[in-house]
Nanobody, 122 residues
């Protein structure tokens, strides 16, 4: 069982940066990890994922080149560095741990955090 807690969200102006963290209560070294987001009135969508080793990453086209995922398995923590933020990045961001393949799909993930709000003002 893994419990995930996100932090680092907040209010930022367009063009600014935020760094989200996802701290796990258990060891995450064998899990692929992902970030999803959900804007008001919209479905939750895939943002980015990283394999267990940190060597392979997968990005949604909408964030490619602006967001960077990383992980520190020794600290059981995953990070999401978000640069050049846009108002359309406004959403609740969720961290999740996957036990299956197909990391862009929510069904691959068994454990979810409660989310952290990111608001980007124009």
């Amino acid at each position: 069982q893994v419990q995930l807690v996100e932090s680092g969200g907040g209010l930022v102006q367009a063009g600014g940066s935020l760094r989200l963290s996802c701290a796990a209560s258990g060891r995450i070294g064998t899990y692929a990890m992902g970030w999803f987001r959900q804007a008001p009135g919209k479905e939750r969508e895939f943002v980015v994922a990283i394999d267990w080793s940190g060597l392979r990453t997968f990005y949604a086209n909408s964030v490619k080149g602006r967001f960077t995922i990383s992980r520190d398995n020794a600290k059981n923590t995953v990070y999401l560095q978000m640069n050049t933020l846009k108002p359309e990045d406004t959403a609740v961001y969720y961290c999740a741990a996957a036990t299956k393949g197909g990391l862009a799909a929510m069904g691959a993930y068994d454990y979810w955090g409660q989310g952290t709000q990111v608001t980007v003002s124009s």
